[in-house]
């Protein structure tokens, strides 16, 4: 059973992209379950056991949104194999940034609908603030997910795959609505990477491959009244490793006015996204979720440091169209090194920026 929420606040709201950091046990955990030495059950119970901390964190940090910290997923990309068939789970040259990949080799079904939501049901269970679910999107899947050889018996191209997928993560979308989540967010960092000329030059029309994951956004996420939606977008998480494209918003900017989401989660804090004057170009219907905290690096920004980030956007965007958040999860993923204390300090400091941000632009 739900409790009541607290309101969002009007100006400066906070919340996280998606991801908190694993601790060892929850890593061991999933090993286990993997390996048969855990069931499916046991591992359900020590999740239920161990979600309600990852939300404490996030309410003590003083977060406005929240999530489930994304505990109950092995990465955010195969959350996709938690409730469908059709993918080969393996170990892969591709799976440098993790232990494990997993490949369409079959046509995609749906075999636990609404399975998120279940899981969101949960959340707000034990939570008294309002929920973010992210998903992956549909074009991120079809790059992360397909290969040439192998997933041509199931989807005679790529982009069949990508299709495939939108009505089963709307449905997912709409189950996630009426669960009672407040956004719902679709991520992409592909979509991202179109801003680095290294990225755009693998593609004959880098512009039309952008608004071909444009459409498969809103396939998903359009009309979609009773709750938030969301388009997350990086420049790839690799931890301590930092990133992998660099580049402007600038060179995206009309894929990004196409997007028919309520709010865009962009990250700032790291000099590859170039600055925010680029903020001055999105629609004034989009509210700017603004990367502010860095999640990769060891250094702890204060609140002050925040504070100033805010401030220098709001030279190019009104404050009541910024919301404060992380550049990215803190552990997007398996393989994922971020002190669990880390993470909650950076998101203290973020929500101590926003009060002083609420005292001066209130």
Not at 198 to 218: K, Y
Not at 242 to 248: A, K, L, P, Q, T
Request: charged share 25%; net charge neutral.
């Amino acid at each position: 059973m739900s409790s009541p929420k607290r309101a969002v606040p009007a100006l400066f709201p906070t919340t996280v992209v998606g991801s908190m950091p694993r601790p060892r046990f929850l890593k061991a955990l999933f090993d286990d379950f993997h390996e048969g030495r855990v069931s499916e059950a046991e591992r359900q119970r020590l999740l239920d056991l161990a979600v309600p901390y990852a939300i404490a964190l996030q309410e003590g940090a003083g977060v406005d949104v929240v999530s489930d910290g994304e505990w109950r997923r092995f990465s955010y990309v195969a959350v996709i194999c938690d409730f469908t068939h059709g993918f080969t789970r393996e170990l892969s040259g591709k799976g440098q940034d993790g232990r494990y990949w997993h490949t369409v080799t079959d046509k995609v079904t749906v075999t636990a609908p609404g399975a998120l939501a279940q899981d969101a049901r949960f959340a707000l269970g034990v939570s008294d603030r309002p929920l973010k679910v992210a998903l992956p999107s549909p074009y991120l899947l079809s790059v992360r997910m397909w290969d040439d050889v192998r997933s041509r018996g199931a989807y005679a191209t790529r982009e069949d795959f990508a299709r495939a997928l939108v009505p089963i993560l709307r449905a997912e979308a709409l189950a996630l609505r009426d669960a009672g989540v407040h956004t719902i967010q679709l991520d992409d960092p592909h979509l991202c990477l179109f801003v680095d000329p290294q990225v755009r030059a693998r593609f004959r029309d880098p512009d039309a491959e952008a608004m071909h994951c444009v459409g498969l956004i809103n396939g998903v996420l359009k009309d979609l009244p009773g709750v938030t939606t969301a388009v997350h977008l990086c420049r790839r998480n690799k931890g301590r490793q930092g990133w992998v494209g660099e580049g402007s918003y600038d060179a995206i900017m009309e894929p990004l006015k196409a997007l028919a989401v309520d709010q865009l989660m962009l990250e700032f804090t790291i000099p590859a996204a170039g600055d925010t004057r680029c903020l001055r170009d999105l629609p004034e219907r989009v509210r700017v979720g603004l990367g502010c905290v860095d999640c990769r690096a060891a250094v702890i920004d204060s609140p002050e440091v925040i504070v100033q980030r805010v401030e220098a956007a709001l030279e190019h965007v009104a404050p009541s169209r910024v919301v404060l958040a992380p550049d990215c999860g803190f552990a997007p993923g398996n393989a994922a090194e971020i002190p669990v204390d880390e993470a909650w300090e950076k998101l203290r400091n973020m929500a101590l920026a926003a009060r002083v941000l609420r005292e001066r632009h209130g």
